[in-house]
């Protein structure tokens, strides 16, 4: 099969168990996926919300639900400050949601115009709400790394907690209390909570607080169950693509089957439903690829006060309208990323020769390309070439913004750290996460951060090198109906929780191209007898020809696909080689829970 050459060093390796164990009482498809991600007991799987960790070891909980408590009891004027993507949608609105059910007055909620003031607590920010003077403003899904901003607001006479899930730098915001898994010294035992999922914790401990003070009886409120702001974690959880440990996977459990018994936001469901989905069976890819990008899609290209409408609103017809306003956005996202990633691959393809030996990572900027979109291009540029990628566009204001997304065994956000610890005046600002991190710079300043990304990547890399891997959980004799069921249901799945991927050797019996790229398949394996469907998404990125009617080993997702009521197993195809002899092996690595 001919490869067009711009995806690299891309291979196909078996994961090797790290754990050995016969207590899985699970479906035999789904015991050695378990295994891979090192689940060696049943009790593993029990998503019930008596496991959840405790709150009491996030660090400044107290603190902060104190200064929420008393701000809900003096009647003061509350300001949620989120962020402008899901998380930061879905978290702005469960702190909206539980602070007026709580019985507060005054609260509202706001995020910053993305291409007017960037993102977090900005300095302009701040100024574009301080008419309001609101008393207590509460970041969700950002604060952490918004120096300025914090002191403005506090100048203006304003508290602040900052509830974010983000590194921190060096120095820490002047806020009135900061609840983040991620400071130095905090206890809490799982680092990998969503925005949504630190707002909902700092919620639980005011609403503990409040019945403490019989602020529920005095007022005459029914006292609300934070169980039913789940739905809400979940969405915002799988969104932003943290790394499902143990407790992660209990929230979203929970928050799916919240969804599943109808008893979710009706502007979750109404996503849902537009998108096909039938209630009572969501999970957590449904999720990630139907809500996700639509509520995204708002914060990208117009505001995310759409998807936090349409989360928050009771009034069934506003939902629908606002439903319809992301699915037009979600289209527009759609057509524009499609043309930013072809810009993307044909500049890369120009640079290919100098790629994959003497370059580490990539670095696009193109004048036309939309801030909005980036993280998108960069996640592509990624899957494309196996290196960490950042894409730069401009800003309304001349600046760059830029998006990286990073590779297994990268920390990006601790590059961008050395990168200004070597030139301290490059950023304007930026921030992030181990695989994901966004930054502001003059556009002074892009040819040397060019030079020192390349070099610091150079200097973490070593003697190794990024490997654009697949990785398979092996091969499987059983792909009907029933093992396509066990393994949908089996999540959730997610960020270093994978859905699973199995290979194995098929012949290709007809083959059709779809638009889009897309591949269309029948495949026989040499097993059985048996033919199965499968469809190869975007195909067309990573092979210039059709296949042949002949053996290919492939990689896949064991999927049910549902089509006017009829479910029928099918191959989600996500790698395709007339190899059939090249598989590798890589240890299972270990998930701390």
């Not at 050695?32 to 660090?59: E, F, G, K, T």
């Not at 539980?98 to 900005?122: E, H, M, N, W």
């Not at 401009?394 to 920390?411: A, F, H, I, M």
Request: negative net charge.
């Amino acid at each position: 099969m001919s490869d067009d050459r711009i995806i690299l060093n891309r291979t196909l390796v078996r994961r090797t168990p790290s754990v050995k164990s016969d207590d899985l009482d699970v479906h035999p498809v789904l015991k050695q996926v378990y295994i891979n991600r090192n689940i060696s007991d049943s009790c593993q799987l029990d998503y019930s919300l008596n496991n959840l960790l405790p709150p009491a070891n996030l660090s400044n909980i107290d603190e902060a639900s104190d200064i929420i408590v008393s701000a809900i009891q003096a009647n003061a004027p509350i300001l949620i400050a989120g962020d402008f993507d899901a998380d930061g949608a879905t978290g702005s609105a469960l702190g909206y949601l539980a602070l007026t059910a709580f019985g507060a007055r005054k609260v509202s909620y706001i995020c910053p115009d993305r291409q007017l003031f960037g993102y977090g607590l900005t300095e302009e920010f701040v100024k574009s709400f301080a008419e309001a003077q609101p008393e207590l403003v509460i970041t969700v899904d950002n604060g952490i790394t918004s120096l300025p901003g914090v002191r403005l607001a506090r100048e203006y006479g304003m508290s602040v907690v900052i509830t974010d899930h983000h590194l921190p730098g060096e120095e820490l915001p002047e806020a009135d209390a900061i609840v983040n898994p991620r400071l130095p010294g905090d206890q809490f035992g799982s680092k990998n909570l969503a925005g949504v999922g630190v707002i909902w914790y700092v919620m639980s401990i005011v609403r503990k607080k409040l019945r403490e003070e019989k602020w529920f009886e005095s007022e005459g409120i029914a006292e609300p169950n934070m169980a039913h702001y789940l739905d809400l974690v979940a969405v915002g959880t799988i969104a932003d693509v943290v790394p499902l440990d143990y407790n992660n996977r209990i929230l979203i459990s929970e928050g799916l089957k919240l969804i599943n018994r109808g008893r979710s936001r009706y502007g979750i469901r109404c996503l849902l439903e537009e998108s096909g989905k039938r209630i009572g069976d969501v999970v957590s890819e449904d999720l990630a690829f139907t809500i996700g990008p639509k509520l995204n899609a708002a914060g990208r290209l117009d505001d995310i006060s759409y998807g936090i409408k349409c989360l928050v609103s009771t009034d069934e017809e506003e939902v629908r309208s606002v439903v319809k306003t992301l699915e037009r956005l979600n289209i527009t996202r759609k057509t524009m990323e499609v043309e930013m990633v072809q810009t993307a691959k044909d500049e890369v393809r120009s640079n290919l020769n100098s790629i994959p030996e003497s370059v580490p990572g990539v670095c696009l900027y193109n004048t036309d390309w939309h801030q909005g979109i980036i993280g998108l291009i960069a996640s592509r540029v990624k899957e494309y070439t196996g290196k960490p990628a950042v894409i730069f566009a401009p800003d309304s204001e001349g600046k760059l913004r830029g998006s990286g997304r990073s590779v297994q065994g990268l920390n990006l956000r601790d590059v961008l750290a050395s990168i200004e610890a070597i030139e301290p005046d490059i950023f304007v600002q930026y921030g992030g996460h181990a695989m994901a991190a966004g930054m502001t710079l003059l556009k002074t300043n892009l040819e040397r951060f060019k030079s020192l990304y390349q070099e610091e990547l150079s200097r973490q890399l070593g003697d190794r090198k990024w490997e654009n891997q697949i990785l398979s959980d092996g091969e499987i004799w059983d792909l009907g109906l029933e093992a396509a069921e066990e393994v949908r249901s089996g999540g959730p799945w997610g960020q270093q929780f994978e859905e699973p991927v199995f290979d194995g050797v098929f012949n290709v019996v007809s083959h059709r191209m779809l638009k889009d790229g897309h591949l269309s398949v029948r495949l026989s394996s040499p097993y059985s007898n048996e033919m199965v469907a499968g469809i190869f998404f975007r195909y067309s990125n990573y092979h210039s020809q059709p296949p042949e009617n002949r053996s290919y080993r492939c990689a896949f997702h064991l999927v049910v696909n549902e089509f006017r009521g009829s479910r029928k197993p099918q191959l989600n195809l996500i790698y395709m080689s007339d190899d059939i002899s090249k598989v590798g092996t890589i240890p299972g690595k270990a998930l701390k829970s």
